[in-house]
């Protein structure tokens, strides 16, 4: 690979001969939702893609261990959980990185060990990197932690040649902490979207002995206090205490789960249903069951839950700290944003649907509208074009600054 790193002009033999894009993709552990984009990227004419993960599993997840194709592995090394849930080590990273012959890598994740020596070795073998990872700093950290996020951000700020952001708030704020001739693009997650926009939603009207329909909340998630899942139950309750019809379904398990069940009161009780962690193949039979979802996180770096209640064209309510609230909610349209821990606020959120349930088919309409351009398949073609930008014109620092349309979603 020829890249001009002393005068900006000269383009990539990938970028003017047009040949197949060897990227390497380096991230923790193979989640469900990136398989499945990493797969259509692998499919994609312009990108021959290897991809390796730091480890098998994290203790906060019990996603069943998934089959990897050929072109992706787990890397041995050591799962250091007692420093951070994902935090590991893979000394073989540097042997993966040298026997590639890669024309560009993207390095998830900046805080595991395994990232940074993967950062710098890239940087010293010449391979320009993009760095891909959500909202830097939701997370709240005391001050040795807020030191430590800086300084393991020091690679990305002086090396990096350029940052995918997962979502439009996580650009900006990458934006903010970047020198100006880094290029910022919005890369969000994409997902297999297939099962769910597969689920039939036909206009609901009211059963001969009442009304009005039940309105069926959903929420799915880890039961922790990120989530705001009190939140929502709080609000429930009020939803139902002016007597409207209405179910609430959780999904999801956690540490929070018994005191989740104890904040709904006895007599609401029977509305809520906790049905536990599902694999990500049995949630399609939830959302079709269920007709808003709701979000109420504290703080969330995306949320890849709406982009699938998005498919399932369903009405999302979300709190503005979700990342993906941003991106994929058209306030009024096909959901409603509210301010995390508002209980008021989502309360009224949730009546709106109670008191006009015409609204759930008409957002819900929206959603699935919108779905259309967060198919897997649009993930990767971003992806290529971010990677052909990024080949075609790399420079050295301190060049003039990348183009506005930088910061939107390519493609």
Same mark, same amino acid.
């Given at each position: 690979?020829?890249?001009?790193r002393t005068d900006?002009?000269e383009?990539?033999? =990938?970028?003017e001969?047009g040949?197949?894009?060897?990227?390497?993709v380096?991230?923790?552990?193979?989640?469900?939702?990136?398989r499945e984009?990493?797969?259509?990227?692998?499919?994609h004419p312009g990108?021959?893609v290897?991809?390796?993960?730091?480890?098998s599993?994290?203790?906060?997840?019990?996603?069943g261990?998934?089959?990897l194709?050929?072109?992706s592995r787990v890397l041995p090394g050591?799962?250091?959980?007692?420093i951070s849930?994902?935090?590991?080590l893979?000394?073989?990273?540097v042997?993966?990185?040298?026997k590639?012959a890669y024309?560009?890598?993207?390095?998830?994740d900046y805080?595991t060990?395994?990232?940074?020596?993967?950062? *710098?070795?890239?940087?010293w073998?010449?391979?320009?990197?993009?760095?891909w990872?959500?909202?830097p700093?939701?997370s709240p950290?005391?001050?040795?932690?807020?030191?430590?996020r800086?300084?393991?951000q020091?690679?990305?700020r002086?090396?990096?040649?350029a940052?995918a952001?997962?979502?439009? #708030?996580?650009?900006?704020?990458y934006r !903010?902490?970047?020198p100006p001739?880094v290029?910022?693009?919005?890369?969000?997650?994409?997902?297999?979207?297939?099962?769910?926009?597969?689920? $039939?939603r036909?206009r609901?009207s009211g059963?001969p002995? =009442?009304?009005v329909?039940? =309105?069926r909340f959903?929420?799915?998630?880890?039961?922790?206090h990120r989530?705001?899942v009190?939140?929502?139950? !709080?609000?429930?309750?009020?939803?139902?205490?002016t007597g409207?019809?209405a179910s609430?379904?959780i999904?999801?398990?956690g540490p929070? !789960?018994?005191?989740?069940r104890?904040?709904?009161?006895?007599e609401?009780? $029977?509305r809520?249903?906790?049905?536990g962690f599902h694999? $990500?193949?049995d949630? $399609?039979?939830?959302?079709?069951?269920?007709?808003?979802? =709701?979000l109420?996180s #504290?703080y969330?770096?995306?949320g890849?839950?709406?982009?699938?209640a998005?498919?399932a064209?369903?009405p +999302?309510?979300?709190?503005?700290?979700?990342?993906a609230?941003a991106?994929?909610?058209e306030p009024?349209?096909?959901?409603f944003?509210v301010a995390p821990g508002d209980?008021?606020?989502?309360?009224?959120?949730?009546? *709106?649907?109670?008191a006009e349930?015409?609204?759930?088919?008409?957002l819900?309409?929206r959603s699935r509208?919108?779905?259309g351009?967060w198919?897997?398949a649009?993930?990767?073609? #971003?992806?290529?074009?971010?990677c052909?930008?990024?080949?075609?014109?790399?420079r050295p620092?301190?060049?003039?600054?990348a183009p506005?349309?930088?910061?939107a979603? +390519?493609?």
């Amino acid at each position: 690979m020829t890249v001009s790193r002393t005068d900006g002009t000269e383009r990539s033999d =990938v970028v003017e001969r047009g040949r197949r894009i060897r990227l390497l993709v380096m991230t923790v552990m193979p989640s469900p939702y990136q398989r499945e984009l990493f797969a259509a990227m692998a499919a994609h004419p312009g990108l021959d893609v290897r991809v390796i993960y730091y480890t098998s599993s994290s203790p906060d997840r019990q996603w069943g261990r998934p089959r990897l194709p050929a072109s992706s592995r787990v890397l041995p090394g050591l799962a250091l959980h007692s420093i951070s849930t994902c935090c590991c080590l893979n000394p073989t990273v540097v042997s993966e990185i040298g026997k590639g012959a890669y024309d560009l890598a993207v390095v998830g994740d900046y805080f595991t060990l395994t990232a940074q020596l993967a950062m *710098r070795y890239l940087t010293w073998r010449g391979i320009p990197w993009v760095f891909w990872g959500e909202a830097p700093g939701m997370s709240p950290r005391g001050p040795v932690g807020r030191g430590l996020r800086r300084l393991a951000q020091q690679p990305i700020r002086r090396h990096a040649a350029a940052v995918a952001a997962i979502g439009t #708030r996580a650009a900006a704020l990458y934006r !903010r902490i970047l020198p100006p001739d880094v290029p910022v693009f919005n890369i969000p997650y994409h997902c297999d979207l297939a099962p769910y926009l597969a689920i $039939p939603r036909p206009r609901r009207s009211g059963m001969p002995s =009442v009304s009005v329909p039940e =309105v069926r909340f959903l929420f799915s998630g880890q039961l922790i206090h990120r989530k705001g899942v009190d939140v929502l139950l !709080r609000a429930f309750e009020r939803v139902c205490e002016t007597g409207a019809a209405a179910s609430l379904t959780i999904v999801g398990d956690g540490p929070d !789960r018994h005191r989740c069940r104890r904040l709904i009161g006895p007599e609401w009780r $029977p509305r809520v249903r906790f049905l536990g962690f599902h694999q $990500p193949d049995d949630l $399609p039979n939830v959302f079709a069951e269920s007709d808003v979802f =709701v979000l109420p996180s #504290r703080y969330d770096g995306w949320g890849v839950v709406v982009n699938e209640a998005l498919a399932a064209g369903m009405p +999302i309510i979300a709190t503005s700290a979700v990342g993906a609230g941003a991106d994929l909610i058209e306030p009024g349209r096909n959901g409603f944003v509210v301010a995390p821990g508002d209980v008021e606020a989502l309360t009224a959120a949730m009546k *709106r649907f109670v008191a006009e349930p015409t609204l759930v088919h008409r957002l819900g309409t929206r959603s699935r509208e919108i779905a259309g351009d967060w198919t897997t398949a649009r993930g990767a073609e #971003r992806w290529f074009h971010v990677c052909r930008y990024v080949l075609g014109r790399c420079r050295p620092r301190g060049a003039a600054t990348a183009p506005e349309e930088c910061i939107a979603c +390519i493609g």
